[in-house]
């Protein structure tokens, strides 16, 4: 069974730019997650797509937005990107619950704000 | 809401010498616990996970954790380690029938040495 795949896999961009993040989640799962890792936040919940519709949301600027597609791929957007927003981005998926299911993490996004 | 404490941010060990890393938890609610690992580029892998039942889990690799309720805690322990478990380890909080977002502590380098 193929894992959860993330593309690209890094990014540079500059401050002001906007960013999209692609996530494949495992075959047969409908809720995708996205987090962000930093050394000094640790993971932090950005938000959950569940049959396309946003679930869950943590405490994020509406600069973060996501989407998820019929085939529960999913898709994390950052506008004008700022310095701060360097991290990895995670996306994990799982089969429904988000609070009791095993959560499968892709390998992350690696995102560099010049 | 619930929080994640990792009382330890590093801890060094010898190879086949036993470790224990530490997780406290605070909610007001019943709630599912989970310990992921993190290899170096990579997603973030479950080792276990506690729901309901036995207070004593046993995962992979092996890993086991005892589930405390009076403590709020959620120690991960193994008898004896290998140098490839050398990663970093999250533990993670999510409250039954409550928040469905898990919360993740800040980590915990187990870096073995031969």
């Known amino acids: 069974k193929a894992g959860v795949t993330q593309t690209p896999r890094y990014l540079i961009k500059t401050r002001g730019q906007q960013v999209t993040l692609s996530c494949s989640p495992i075959?047969?799962?409908?809720?995708v997650s996205w987090y962000q890792q930093t050394p000094g936040q640790g993971l932090q919940f950005l938000f959950e797509y569940f049959s396309e519709t946003q679930r869950n949301k943590g405490n994020f600027p509406g600069r973060f937005s996501g989407r998820q597609f019929s085939n529960s791929r999913s898709e994390m957007n950052v506008s004008t990107l700022e310095l701060g927003d360097s991290a990895l981005y995670l996306c994990?998926?799982?089969?429904?619950?988000?609070?009791?299911?095993?959560?499968?993490f892709g390998p992350g996004t690696r995102l560099t704000v010049l | 809401a619930q929080s994640v404490t990792q009382l330890d941010s590093q801890v060094p060990v010898f190879e086949e010498a036993p470790v224990e890393l530490r997780c406290n938890y605070s909610?007001?609610?019943?709630?599912?616990l989970f310990w992921y690992v993190q290899y170096p580029n990579q997603g973030l892998q479950l080792l276990l996970k506690y729901l309901s039942g036995s207070t004593l889990v046993k995962g992979i690799n092996g890993f086991e954790a005892e589930f405390n309720k009076s403590q709020t805690s959620f120690h991960l322990r193994k008898p004896s380690v290998h140098i490839s478990d050398t990663a970093e380890y999250f533990c993670?909080?999510?409250?039954?029938?409550?928040?469905?977002?898990?919360?993740f502590g800040r980590g915990t380098s187990l870096i073995v040495h031969p």
């Open positions: 075959s047969g799962h409908r809720s």
């Open positions: 909610s007001s609610v019943s709630v599912y």
């Open positions: 994990a998926s799982s089969l429904a619950d988000l609070s009791r299911d095993e959560q499968f």
């Open positions: 993670a909080v999510s409250e039954g029938g409550g928040s469905y977002i898990p919360t």
